[in-house]
C-alpha cells in the first residue's frame, strides 16, 4: 500500500540536523500508520525531492512495499518525468546530458560536474521559448542527488529562481520555490502498472509569460 503525494515547493521531505521545522515525514506518520516503515526519522520516504522542488511522490505506508520501491528506485525501474524553466537555452532542442557529478568543492550543499564522479544521464526536449526562458521537458534516466540542477547550471541555463546553482533571483518567486517539478512518474509493483502526471504549477505559466 502507498500514497502519492503532490509535494509543494519549500517542503522539506524528511526532519535534517539543522532544521526542525514540519516535513513530508511528519505529515506521514500523522496521518498513517507507518512508524516502522523505513528509517527512523525518514518512515515512509524511499525517494525524495529538494525543498525547493515540487511535485509527485511515493510513499509507502507497509513494510512490503517499502522494501520492493526502495529496491525498484535502486534499480532505476521507476520512471520519473520533470519539467523545468531554464535561464536562456540550451544549444539543441533535444538531447541527452551525460556528465558525471562530484560533490561541489567550493559549497557541499551542491554537486558539480567531475570527471572522476558518478556516472549522470538527463534526457531533455525544449517544449517552449521566450527570449528569456525556456520551458523543458526531462526524462531523468539516473537519479543523483541535485543531478538536474547541477547539469543546467554546468550548461549556463540554470533553472529559475535556483540561486544556489547559478540562477538570477526572481522576485515574483519565493527564495524558497525553483522552477522545477516532478510531474510524471511510472512503475510497476507487485504486477500492477501504475502512472500518476500533474499540470505544470501556476507559477510556471506565470514566468513563461513574462
Keep these: 500500500m502507498f500514497v502519492i503525494v503532490n509535494k509543494p515547493h519549500g517542503l522539506l521531505v524528511h526532519p535534517s540536523d539543522s532544521s526542525s521545522e514540519y516535513t513530508l515525514r511528519d505529515f506521514l506518520i500523522d496521518n498513517f500508520n507507518i512508524n516502522e516503515v523505513g528509517e527512523h526519522k525518514r518512515e515512509g520516504i524511499v525517494h525524495r525531492l529538494d525543498r525547493g522542488t515540487s511535485g509527485l511522490m511515493i510513499c509507502p505506508i507497509n513494510s512490503d512495499v517499502f522494501n520492493q520501491l526502495q529496491e525498484d528506485f535502486k534499480t532505476r525501474k521507476i520512471k520519473k518525468k520533470y519539467k523545468a524553466i531554464t535561464q536562456g537555452s540550451l544549444k539543441g532542442k533535444s538531447g541527452e546530458i551525460n556528465l558525471p557529478l562530484i560533490h561541489s568543492q567550493n559549497n557541499r550543499k551542491k554537486r558539480e560536474v567531475g570527471k572522476n564522479g558518478r556516472e549522470a544521464i538527463t534526457k531533455y526536449n525544449t517544449i517552449s521559448r521566450t527570449q528569456s526562458y525556456s520551458l523543458l521537458d526531462i526524462d531523468l534516466i539516473t537519479g543523483r542527488n541535485h543531478q538536474i540542477r547541477a547539469h543546467l547550471e554546468y550548461l549556463k541555463t540554470p533553472i529559475v529562481?535556483?540561486?544556489?546553482?547559478?540562477?538570477?533571483?526572481?522576485?515574483?518567486?519565493?527564495?524558497?520555490?525553483?522552477?522545477?517539478?516532478?510531474?510524471?512518474?511510472?512503475?510497476?509493483?507487485?504486477?500492477?502498472?501504475?502512472?500518476?502526471?500533474?499540470?505544470?504549477?501556476?507559477?510556471f505559466t506565470s514566468i513563461m509569460n513574462m
Excluded: R, W
Excluded at 544556489?164 to 522576485?171: D, E, H, M, P, V
Design 161 to 203: 529562481n535556483d540561486v544556489l546553482y547559478g540562477a538570477k533571483k526572481i522576485s515574483e518567486l519565493d527564495s524558497k520555490t525553483i522552477c522545477l517539478q516532478s510531474y510524471d512518474i511510472e512503475f510497476k509493483l507487485f504486477d500492477k502498472d501504475y502512472k500518476f502526471s500533474i499540470n505544470e504549477p501556476d507559477y
